[in-house]
């Protein structure tokens, strides 16, 4: 009798073992004697209770962490509908595909900006008897970079249309004077430490053979004849720079029939 009744009490705690082990975390065994085996009893619901704390928890914490994932996921898609939209407002300022091809026929744009939006931007003018055409490359990326390429196309438009505008020279100049106007930098100190701006390409073309350009820390490419033609740009962006500001210079070039700028 004394043997069942062990194999009985021994059987009980495996059985309730096994179910604790298949998830089922109710388990509780009624402790009658206090010997080993009424010991193990108790350290086995001792151990339930434990698992069971523990497993209410981690069932606590991830409904937390499932919440927290639901936020980020609606803060992300929020910030990508307005990048999206940003996008939008970005590709409008630049010129339709029909406006390049009318005034560059044999022409072809590549943009890819690396984020939805970036600083990388194009610009077309035209002003009586030429074709005024920017590439510039503004500082930061994303959306940093998108706010200055905005700026900076503004002032391009504005410095194109002044009854004073002369060459590429000054249009880059009055545009560097504009940027630090509108960023509100007043004091020399602050200016030197500034870095906004753009590196940039400008070109003047009277429609036929002359062309005149100015180059901001990116070359002018010239391929003639199968044979590749570079000028080095100035060494300073348009807008703020390290150290002092100098003039931009002007170059002219006369195009031969068969040129690819």
């Known amino acids: 009798i004394l043997s069942h009744s062990i194999s009985e009490r021994v059987k009980q705690v495996r059985d309730a073992a096994l179910k604790v082990g298949s998830g089922d975390l109710s388990q509780h065994i009624n402790v009658k004697v206090k010997d080993e085996i009424g010991e193990l009893a108790e350290a086995f619901n001792g151990m339930v209770e434990d698992l069971d704390e523990a497993n209410r928890s981690i069932k606590n914490k991830t409904k937390a962490l499932q919440k927290s994932y639901e936020l980020i996921d609606q803060y992300n898609t929020d910030i990508r509908d307005s990048l999206r939209y940003a996008q939008n407002i970005q590709q409008a300022m630049l010129p339709p595909k029909t406006r390049i091809l009318g005034a560059f026929p044999n022409s072809f744009i590549i943009h890819l900006p690396k984020d939805i939006v970036s600083g990388d931007f194009y610009w077309l003018k035209e002003i009586p008897g030429h074709i005024l055409f920017c590439v510039g490359d503004c500082t930061g990326h994303g959306v940093p970079g998108a706010f200055m390429s905005i700026i900076c196309n503004s002032l391009l438009e504005e410095a194109s249309i002044k009854e004073d505008c002369q060459g590429t020279n000054q249009i880059f100049a009055d545009v560097r004077t504009g940027l630090i106007k509108a960023l509100e930098v007043d004091s020399k100190e602050e200016i030197d ?50 150290g002092k500001r100098a003039h931009f210079t002007k170059h002219q070039m006369e195009l031969q029939k068969g040129d690819v700028v």
């Not at 100015?214 to 004849?225: D, E």
């Open 193 to 242: 430490q500034q870095k906004e701006g753009m590196d940039a390409v400008l070109i003047k073309w009277n429609k036929e053979f002359l062309l005149e350009f100015s180059i901001a820390y990116n070359p002018f490419v010239l391929i003639r004849k199968g044979e590749l033609i570079e000028v080095k740009p100035d060494k300073q962006p348009v807008g703020f720079c390290l």
